[in-house]
Antibody, heavy 121, light 110 residues
Framework: QLQLQESGPGLVKPSETLSLICLVSDGSISTSSDYWGWIRQSPGKGLEYIGTIYYSGSTYYNPSLKSRVTISVDTSKNQFSLKLTSVTAADTAVYYC?????????????WGRGTTVAVSS | QSVLTQPPSVSAAPGQKVTISCSGSTSNIGSNYVSWYQQLPGTAPKPLIYDNDKRPSGIPDRFSGSKSGTSATLGITGLQTGDEADYFCATWDVNLNTVIFGGGTKVAVL
Protein backbone atom coordinates (compact mmCIF):
# COMPACT_ATOMS: atom_id res chain seq x y z
CA GLN A 1 0.00 0.00 0.00
CA LEU A 2 1.37 3.37 -1.05
CA GLN A 3 2.98 5.33 1.76
CA LEU A 4 4.30 8.86 1.99
CA GLN A 5 6.83 10.09 4.53
CA GLU A 6 7.85 13.70 5.12
CA SER A 7 11.28 14.63 6.42
CA GLY A 8 13.19 17.80 7.10
CA PRO A 9 14.28 20.25 9.81
CA GLY A 10 11.77 20.90 12.54
CA LEU A 11 13.08 24.42 13.15
CA VAL A 12 13.83 27.13 10.62
CA LYS A 13 15.00 30.68 11.31
CA PRO A 14 12.99 33.66 10.06
CA SER A 15 13.93 34.82 6.55
CA GLU A 16 15.56 31.46 5.75
CA THR A 17 14.34 28.68 3.47
CA LEU A 18 12.19 25.79 4.62
CA SER A 19 13.09 22.54 2.84
CA LEU A 20 11.15 19.28 3.09
CA ILE A 21 11.24 15.95 1.27
CA CYS A 22 8.43 13.47 0.73
CA LEU A 23 9.52 9.90 0.09
CA VAL A 24 7.07 7.72 -1.79
CA SER A 25 7.25 4.02 -0.93
CA ASP A 26 5.39 0.89 -2.04
CA GLY A 27 4.50 2.65 -5.27
CA SER A 28 5.99 4.68 -8.10
CA ILE A 29 6.02 8.45 -8.24
CA SER A 30 6.07 8.13 -12.04
CA THR A 31 2.58 6.67 -12.33
CA SER A 32 0.86 8.60 -15.10
CA SER A 33 -2.44 8.98 -13.27
CA ASP A 34 -0.99 10.41 -10.05
CA TYR A 35 -0.13 13.89 -8.87
CA TRP A 36 1.81 14.83 -5.77
CA GLY A 37 1.66 17.83 -3.54
CA TRP A 38 1.95 19.65 -0.26
CA ILE A 39 -0.60 20.91 2.23
CA ARG A 40 0.01 22.59 5.56
CA GLN A 41 -2.05 23.04 8.69
CA SER A 42 -1.67 25.72 11.31
CA PRO A 43 -3.92 26.61 14.24
CA GLY A 44 -4.49 30.06 12.86
CA LYS A 45 -5.17 29.33 9.19
CA GLY A 46 -6.42 25.74 9.18
CA LEU A 47 -5.59 23.58 6.18
CA GLU A 48 -3.86 25.36 3.30
CA TYR A 49 -2.96 24.00 -0.12
CA ILE A 50 0.63 24.74 -1.17
CA GLY A 51 1.10 23.15 -4.57
CA THR A 52 1.15 20.11 -6.83
CA ILE A 53 3.70 18.42 -9.09
CA TYR A 54 3.56 15.77 -11.80
CA TYR A 55 6.37 13.30 -12.30
CA SER A 56 7.32 15.12 -15.51
CA GLY A 57 8.13 18.18 -13.41
CA SER A 58 5.07 20.25 -14.21
CA THR A 59 3.95 22.27 -11.20
CA TYR A 60 1.03 24.30 -9.94
CA TYR A 61 1.22 26.56 -6.91
CA ASN A 62 -1.30 28.26 -4.66
CA PRO A 63 -1.32 31.86 -5.98
CA SER A 64 -0.98 33.19 -2.43
CA LEU A 65 2.32 31.35 -1.96
CA LYS A 66 3.58 31.16 -5.53
CA SER A 67 6.31 33.77 -5.17
CA ARG A 68 7.99 31.80 -2.38
CA VAL A 69 7.34 28.15 -3.28
CA THR A 70 9.25 25.64 -5.36
CA ILE A 71 8.22 22.00 -5.63
CA SER A 72 10.50 19.60 -7.46
CA VAL A 73 10.57 15.86 -8.17
CA ASP A 74 13.37 13.29 -8.24
CA THR A 75 12.01 10.19 -9.96
CA SER A 76 15.27 8.27 -9.43
CA LYS A 77 14.77 8.55 -5.67
CA ASN A 78 10.97 8.29 -5.83
CA GLN A 79 10.56 11.51 -3.91
CA PHE A 80 9.50 15.09 -4.28
CA SER A 81 10.43 18.15 -2.29
CA LEU A 82 9.21 21.52 -1.09
CA LYS A 83 11.15 24.74 -0.70
CA LEU A 84 9.57 27.79 0.87
CA THR A 85 11.70 30.91 0.98
CA SER A 86 11.73 33.93 3.28
CA VAL A 87 9.80 32.19 6.02
CA THR A 88 8.14 34.00 8.91
CA ALA A 89 6.34 32.85 12.03
CA ALA A 90 3.19 32.59 9.90
CA ASP A 91 4.77 29.62 8.12
CA THR A 92 4.88 27.60 11.33
CA ALA A 93 2.66 24.60 10.65
CA VAL A 94 2.39 20.87 10.21
CA TYR A 95 3.36 20.11 6.61
CA TYR A 96 1.78 17.14 4.85
CA CYS A 97 2.63 15.60 1.52
CA UNK A 98 -0.18 13.86 -0.32
CA UNK A 99 -1.20 12.16 -3.53
CA UNK A 100 -3.78 14.08 -5.55
CA UNK A 101 -6.36 12.39 -7.74
CA UNK A 102 -6.63 15.32 -10.14
CA UNK A 103 -4.36 18.12 -11.27
CA UNK A 104 -7.00 20.66 -10.27
CA UNK A 105 -9.02 19.33 -7.41
CA UNK A 106 -9.27 18.88 -3.68
CA UNK A 107 -9.18 15.11 -3.62
CA UNK A 108 -6.11 13.79 -1.80
CA UNK A 109 -6.36 10.04 -1.33
CA UNK A 110 -3.07 9.26 0.42
CA TRP A 111 -1.44 11.48 3.04
CA GLY A 112 1.87 11.39 4.85
CA ARG A 113 1.88 11.54 8.63
CA GLY A 114 3.00 15.15 8.59
CA THR A 115 6.03 16.95 9.92
CA THR A 116 5.98 19.94 12.25
CA VAL A 117 8.00 22.95 11.25
CA ALA A 118 8.48 25.89 13.58
CA VAL A 119 9.87 29.21 12.40
CA SER A 120 11.77 30.86 15.21
CA SER A 121 15.11 32.46 15.92
CA GLN B 1 -12.00 32.78 7.73
CA SER B 2 -12.54 29.86 5.36
CA VAL B 3 -14.21 30.16 1.96
CA LEU B 4 -16.11 26.97 2.78
CA THR B 5 -18.31 27.31 5.85
CA GLN B 6 -18.75 24.45 8.29
CA PRO B 7 -20.38 24.46 11.73
CA PRO B 8 -17.71 24.51 14.46
CA SER B 9 -19.17 21.51 16.25
CA VAL B 10 -21.93 18.94 16.21
CA SER B 11 -22.79 16.28 18.75
CA ALA B 12 -25.04 13.31 19.28
CA ALA B 13 -25.38 10.21 21.43
CA PRO B 14 -23.80 6.88 20.47
CA GLY B 15 -25.79 5.14 17.76
CA GLN B 16 -27.38 8.35 16.55
CA LYS B 17 -26.79 10.28 13.33
CA VAL B 18 -25.04 13.58 12.69
CA THR B 19 -24.79 15.65 9.56
CA ILE B 20 -22.10 18.21 8.78
CA SER B 21 -22.73 20.91 6.23
CA CYS B 22 -20.19 22.58 3.99
CA SER B 23 -21.45 25.74 2.36
CA GLY B 24 -19.70 27.39 -0.57
CA SER B 25 -20.51 29.15 -3.83
CA THR B 26 -20.82 28.64 -7.56
CA SER B 27 -17.07 29.08 -7.98
CA ASN B 28 -16.22 26.13 -5.77
CA ILE B 29 -18.77 23.56 -4.60
CA GLY B 30 -21.18 24.59 -7.33
CA SER B 31 -18.73 23.62 -10.06
CA ASN B 32 -16.37 21.03 -8.59
CA TYR B 33 -16.26 17.75 -6.73
CA VAL B 34 -16.20 17.80 -2.92
CA SER B 35 -14.16 15.54 -0.70
CA TRP B 36 -14.34 14.96 3.06
CA TYR B 37 -11.63 14.10 5.56
CA GLN B 38 -11.56 12.85 9.13
CA GLN B 39 -8.76 14.00 11.41
CA LEU B 40 -8.28 12.26 14.74
CA PRO B 41 -6.22 14.19 17.31
CA GLY B 42 -2.55 14.29 16.42
CA THR B 43 -2.94 12.45 13.13
CA ALA B 44 -3.08 13.29 9.45
CA PRO B 45 -6.41 13.80 7.68
CA LYS B 46 -7.95 10.55 6.47
CA PRO B 47 -10.02 10.48 3.28
CA LEU B 48 -13.68 9.61 3.92
CA ILE B 49 -15.55 10.73 0.81
CA TYR B 50 -14.39 11.76 -2.66
CA ASP B 51 -16.22 13.03 -5.74
CA ASN B 52 -19.15 14.20 -3.57
CA ASP B 53 -20.49 10.80 -2.56
CA LYS B 54 -17.96 8.02 -3.13
CA ARG B 55 -16.24 6.12 -0.33
CA PRO B 56 -12.64 4.88 -0.60
CA SER B 57 -12.21 1.18 0.04
CA GLY B 58 -12.28 0.41 3.73
CA ILE B 59 -14.55 3.29 4.71
CA PRO B 60 -17.75 1.92 6.25
CA ASP B 61 -21.12 2.83 4.76
CA ARG B 62 -21.97 4.64 7.98
CA PHE B 63 -20.26 7.56 6.28
CA SER B 64 -22.07 9.18 3.36
CA GLY B 65 -21.69 12.31 1.27
CA SER B 66 -24.01 14.37 -0.86
CA LYS B 67 -23.99 17.64 -2.77
CA SER B 68 -26.73 19.99 -3.81
CA GLY B 69 -26.05 23.27 -5.56
CA THR B 70 -23.41 25.15 -3.59
CA SER B 71 -23.54 22.98 -0.45
CA ALA B 72 -22.30 19.56 0.51
CA THR B 73 -23.16 17.34 3.45
CA LEU B 74 -21.38 14.57 5.31
CA GLY B 75 -23.55 12.13 7.21
CA ILE B 76 -22.42 9.75 9.93
CA THR B 77 -24.87 7.14 11.18
CA GLY B 78 -24.49 4.71 14.06
CA LEU B 79 -22.22 7.19 15.82
CA GLN B 80 -19.32 5.62 17.74
CA THR B 81 -16.90 7.07 20.26
CA GLY B 82 -14.15 6.43 17.72
CA ASP B 83 -15.84 8.93 15.40
CA GLU B 84 -14.88 11.81 17.70
CA ALA B 85 -12.65 13.86 15.44
CA ASP B 86 -12.46 16.93 13.26
CA TYR B 87 -14.04 16.71 9.82
CA PHE B 88 -13.07 18.89 6.86
CA CYS B 89 -14.53 19.44 3.41
CA ALA B 90 -12.40 20.41 0.42
CA THR B 91 -12.82 21.36 -3.21
CA TRP B 92 -11.30 23.48 -5.99
CA ASP B 93 -12.20 27.13 -6.41
CA VAL B 94 -12.11 28.37 -10.01
CA ASN B 95 -11.84 32.03 -9.00
CA LEU B 96 -9.11 31.60 -6.39
CA ASN B 97 -7.44 28.92 -8.54
CA THR B 98 -6.56 26.78 -5.57
CA VAL B 99 -7.75 23.94 -3.39
CA ILE B 100 -9.84 25.29 -0.53
CA PHE B 101 -10.82 23.72 2.76
CA GLY B 102 -13.61 24.20 5.23
CA GLY B 103 -12.72 25.39 8.71
CA GLY B 104 -13.50 21.99 10.17
CA THR B 105 -16.25 20.57 12.38
CA LYS B 106 -15.58 18.83 15.65
CA VAL B 107 -17.83 15.84 16.26
CA ALA B 108 -18.55 14.96 19.88
CA VAL B 109 -20.19 11.74 20.97
CA LEU B 110 -22.17 12.46 24.11
Amino acid sequence: QLQLQESGPGLVKPSETLSLICLVSDGSISTSSDYWGWIRQSPGKGLEYIGTIYYSGSTYYNPSLKSRVTISVDTSKNQFSLKLTSVTAADTAVYYCARFIRWFGGNMDVWGRGTTVAVSS
Amino acid sequence: QSVLTQPPSVSAAPGQKVTISCSGSTSNIGSNYVSWYQQLPGTAPKPLIYDNDKRPSGIPDRFSGSKSGTSATLGITGLQTGDEADYFCATWDVNLNTVIFGGGTKVAVL
